[in-house]
């Protein structure tokens, strides 16, 4: 089955450390987008990526960073410039890059902890 | 005012009821609306496209003002298992990058 995976599920890190989240898509989605969510908030986008060798920020993307080196992977580094890295980390993708479409599929996500 | 607003609940509800959310927009321009489901600790998940005409899955129906710029989410005969989280997504021409609203909490009981 098609889909999007995400790893690790659970992440301990601690201050000063950076870490990299994967993400996977075996859909032959061109774009790919990162966002994250605290507790009773929206899902705010950090980076995105309509193509290959392509990425923009999204409306928080300081402290990431990201790489778009292979169409089904698109591995988001937290860094330790990031000060409020504690969230969820969800990755998602579309079939389409320049239309309107919206991410249809989202990984599992990954839960970041900052001891 | 935010891009995409939704009430955040909770809308407490018992089996069997029909319940129904708004989603309001700011942008005149968006273009694609969406609903997704969020349920507890997971990931989102698209429920259904929102279209001009409306767009009817089953229970669910959801509905586009573009006059008042709203859209809604109506669902009927609430099952227990329709407890979630239910997210607005609005994409606005130009960027083609949705706009994800709060969510609005649903709780059907017994």
């Known amino acids: 089955d098609g889909g999007i995976t995400q790893s690790p599920k659970y992440l301990f890190r601690k201050e000063g450390q950076n870490v990299t989240l994967s993400c996977e898509q075996n859909?032959?989605?061109?774009?790919m987008y990162w966002y994250r969510q605290d507790p009773g908030q929206g899902l705010r986008l950090i980076y995105y990526?309509?193509?290959?060798?392509?990425?923009q920020k999204g409306d928080i993307a300081e402290g990431y960073s990201v790489s778009r080196e292979k169409k089904e992977s698109f591995p988001l580094t937290v860094t330790s410039a990031q000060k409020n890295p504690t969230a969820f980390y969800l990755c998602?993708?579309?079939?389409?890059?320049?239309?309107?479409?919206?991410?249809?599929?989202f990984g599992p996500g990954t839960r970041l902890t900052v001891l | 005012r935010k891009e995409v607003e939704q009430d955040p609940g909770p809308f407490n509800v018992p089996e069997g009821a029909t319940v129904a959310f708004n989603c309001t927009y700011s942008?005149?321009?968006?273009?694609?609306f969406f609903w997704y489901r969020q349920d507890c600790r997971k990931e989102p998940k698209l429920l259904m496209s929102?279209?001009?005409s409306g767009n009817e899955d089953g229970r669910f129906t959801a509905q586009l003002n573009r006059a008042s710029q709203y859209i809604s989410l109506l669902i009927r005969d609430s099952k227990l298992s329709d407890s979630a989280t239910y997210l607005c997504?609005?994409?606005?021409?130009?960027?083609?990058?949705?706009?994800f609203g709060r969510g609005t909490s649903l709780i059907v009981h017994p």
């Open positions: 998602a993708s579309s079939i389409d890059s320049g239309g309107t479409d919206s991410p249809r599929f």
């Open positions: 859909l032959n989605h061109d774009a």
């Open positions: 990526s309509q193509i290959v060798n392509d990425f």
């Open positions: 942008n005149s321009a968006s273009q694609s």
């Open positions: 929102v279209y001009s």
């Open positions: 997504v609005v994409t606005t021409g130009g960027s083609y990058i949705p706009t």
